[in-house]
């Protein structure tokens, strides 16, 4: 458009487009660049003007407008389509578990916290007690695994104060941690705990990055692919003071550190990275461009994906903080399906559908749909509690499903329509939840003052909560809490100081059976009392035992009790 002001110049009068695309559903003469300026679509109306004056015509000058970087650049028209299933779903490889069949819990959990970890803990600690004028801590690769497995063991039996376990009294002291390391060498290695010495102004969790890059490989490398991948936001509690510190509402833990998480349904972490506020580039600038900053995130996961990974069909479950038709469009052109929730500002154009004030007045378990005209994209809205819209791009609102809701006029419980696309949505979507539930339910009790703390034992809590998810999905009958009870058991039995014996009567207690098998420390001593030799099938009344197992055992069954062929 050209104008004329006052002093005779001529201006270029240049509209900015709107969030999203701006197609009204129409493609008429305005479309080719030919259309009547006077009459505009009511989103171009609304959007943002700059007005750029020119001297004068001999001097044009060409001028770009400032639009926004996440600007879409394709339209996208919308059309009632006849009830639609959306597309047929891609062929996807069975997940198998097999090579995690009959691992016990400490060799899963020492796949995430192992060697690597322990090597690199140790490295930077000592640099960093020495670099603060204290006395080399002198660590090794068992004092972090102890370390490790106090802080498992916490979860569980929670103490007011970390040095009740220490103490003598009868009510709270536990033998298992006594034996396992005192209390002073607890206190030197909490101390002296770092992980990167190296500072780095562009990245504020600098203090913990080798270990969270060590854990993004480790997650992603055991990630057994499963179709559908849901990601969402995870919140670390953190009542302290630090400019990192979210507020989010209607969430379990509302004040904290923020994560970006991606987990299958049933809740395995494989990939993971943490919010880092304005003025950080925590972002790739070319994904930010394409889709935004929040759809950034979801773009930014993938790049930890495996490359033999790429190819395969995944099928990705986002909320409406996510979602929006330029992430839809990068998906799709990625190979990968997109299902959502998303908010009515991010639909470009005129989708046809009747505006959420009016929806709002309809009968719960109405719904419509529309279709991008592609047939890439299909548009449900659903009338709930209040109304709700997804898009995907490979489910419909057919099949329709019920589900039961309360009616306060009938009194009494109904089943109301529901959408295809809203139960496939809302059983794939909760796999980000479900890991929250699981380590929160048993989380590392122990306190710190560094601000990273509750980050470094939020990064523990997953690694044996993934390990527990392979387990469960390899067959395992164990609970939670069990598995946490026998890694930290086997980890702190192994280790074990002093003579005294560290092992129940009851082959059956926490770590009874990893340490049986270990091939540390088994020696036969003379009993000072007489017992049943506990291997199966003797039944003789001997006078030895095993040192560290605690049990009767003959001389003769001493090596078969223990797995080691004669």
């Not at 493609?27 to 959007?47: C, N, R």
């Not at 490790?148 to 941690?177: C, K, M, P």
């Not at 995870?234 to 990192?244: D, K, N, V």
């Amino acid at each position: 458009m050209v104008e004329e002001d006052a002093s005779g110049d001529e201006a270029d009068v240049i509209l900015i487009p709107p969030e999203g695309d701006v197609s009204d559903g129409y493609s008429g003469p305005e479309d080719e660049g030919e259309g009547d300026p006077d009459h505009l679509s009511a989103p171009i109306l609304k959007s943002e003007a700059e007005l750029q004056r020119r001297r004068s015509s001999r001097t044009e000058t060409t001028h770009q407008p400032t639009a926004r970087r996440h600007q879409a650049h394709h339209t996208v028209t919308w059309m009632k389509p006849a009830p639609s299933s959306g597309k047929p779903t891609r062929l996807f490889p069975e997940a198998s578990f097999r090579q995690f069949s009959g691992m016990s819990p400490n060799e899963l959990v020492t796949l995430f916290l192992g060697e690597e970890i322990f090597d690199l803990t140790i490295k930077e600690s000592t640099l960093y007690a020495l670099r603060n004028g204290r006395q080399d801590p002198q660590l090794s690769r068992e004092d972090i695994a102890i370390f490790i497995g106090i802080l498992v063991l916490t979860s569980y039996l929670t103490a007011v104060n970390t040095r009740f376990y220490w103490q003598e009294a009868a009510d709270t002291h536990n033998e298992l941690i006594c034996q396992a390391m005192t209390r002073n060498r607890f206190d030197t290695i909490k101390r002296n705990l770092h992980f990167c010495s190296e500072e780095d102004p562009a990245d504020r969790y600098w203090k913990l990055r080798p270990l969270i890059k060590i854990l993004q490989v480790k997650y992603m490398e055991h990630f057994v692919p499963q179709q559908a991948i849901s990601h969402d936001e995870a919140m670390i509690a953190y009542f302290g003071r630090h400019g990192l510190k979210q507020a989010i509402r209607n969430k379990p833990i509302r004040f904290g550190f923020k994560a970006w998480a991606q987990n299958t349904p049933d809740g395995y972490l494989l990939a993971f990275d943490f919010y880092q506020g304005r003025g950080v580039a925590e972002h790739t600038d070319d994904n930010v461009q394409l889709v935004g900053k929040s759809g950034a995130t979801v773009l930014d996961l993938l790049e930890h994906m495996k490359q033999e990974f790429r190819e395969l069909p995944f099928q990705f479950f986002v909320d409406n903080y996510f979602m929006s038709i330029p992430l839809v469009q990068e998906m799709t052109k990625r190979g990968y399906d997109v299902t959502g929730t998303i908010r009515e500002n991010r639909i470009p154009g005129t989708t046809g559908l009747s505006a959420t004030k009016e929806f709002r007045k309809k009968e719960r378990g109405m719904h419509q749909a529309v279709t991008s005209r592609d047939g890439n994209v299909i548009l449900v809205r659903w009338q709930d509690n209040a109304p709700v819209t997804l898009a995907s791009t490979c489910y419909g609102d057919v099949p329709p499903g019920k589900v039961r809701r309360y009616s306060r006029v009938q009194k009494r419980h109904v089943e109301v329509d529901r959408p295809h696309v809203v139960g496939k949505y809302n059983e794939m979507m909760g796999g980000t939840d479900r890991m929250d539930q699981n380590v929160n339910h048993c989380r590392i009790a122990v306190k710190g003052k560094k601000w990273w703390w509750p980050i470094f034992t939020w990064l523990v809590d997953t690694a044996v909560h993934n390990a527990w998810h392979l387990y469960c999905r390899a067959g395992g009958t164990m609970t939670y809490v069990q598995f946490r009870r026998e890694y930290a058991c086997t980890i702190l039995r192994r280790w074990a100081r002093g003579s005294k014996p560290m092992m129940n009567r009851n082959l059956a207690a926490p770590g009874s059976e990893a340490i049986r098998f270990d091939g540390m420390g088994h020696i036969i001593i003379k009993a000072p009392s007489r017992g049943t030799c506990r291997n199966e099938g003797c039944t003789a009344k001997v006078g030895t035992k095993c040192v560290k197992c605690a049990v009767f055992l003959c001389v003769n069954c001493f090596a078969g009790f223990h797995g080691v062929a004669q």
